[in-house]
């Protein structure tokens, strides 16, 4: 049996947890199997970068100020240290950057079992609302099993990992119920699979990989995850995202949205 290990999804190295048999829980994820998407019909998607341009997670645009991302990208981060880029879907041109200004992390979140994987990073300056740059809704209902929904990013494109691809992808993928997700992964990671985590499978050969944290998983228009772990990459195990339900408070305490 290959061993595996859940793997959280930022592009930059950071802290794992323990291995466990069976399954790899990643922490830096990618879409497979997605095709092309135009940021202006996923215009509240952000590139996270360093001051040096390198993409390593996503982002959704919930004000004109504030970011929702995993805390596993920002975690260990300066307040000022992010570029927040709107308005495009090309890694290599367009778009306009933010200067982060300040990041607060979720003060439950746990590297160890990916807990509360959720953040909230400030702009410095005003995102300006265009056709390709707004804000999305956050959802406040429990969003159950069978749902089609979207996940977009610029993570790599192989079961394998893979460099970034320079445009944005995005994947239409069903919801699993949390009881269905913990049933398809190994009893270890099924651990981590906590009942404010949200699933979604569709086949092997479709899902989330190294690149894609922190970045939007929406139905109907509403954000409603945080793209946080996977078994690497598209092997026919659920991807794990936080569910804004969840957290939509405490994100609403610290932004004020």
Known sequence: MIRQIVTILAVIAVAFASPIPEDELDRESRIVGGTNANIADIPWQVS???????????????????IVTAAHCTVGRAGNSINVVVGTHFLNSGGIAHRSNRIINHPSYNANTIANDVSVVETATTIAFTTTARSIPMNSAHIGGG???VVSGWGGTTVNGGASPNHLQRLTKQTLTNA????????????????HKICTFTQAGQGICQGDSG?????????????????PCARGFPDAYDRISSHRSWIQQQTGV
């Open 215 to 231: 970045g939007p998983l929406t139905l109907n228009g509403q954000l409603i995850g945080i793209v946080s772990w996977n078994i």
């Open 48 to 66: 996270l970068r360093t001051t040096a341009n390198f993409h390593f997670c996503g982002g959704s645009i919930i004000s004109n100020r504030w």
């Open 147 to 149: 749902q089609t929904v």
């Open 180 to 195: 269905d997700c913990r049933a398809r992964h190994s009893a270890a990671n099924a651990a981590f699979v906590f009942d």
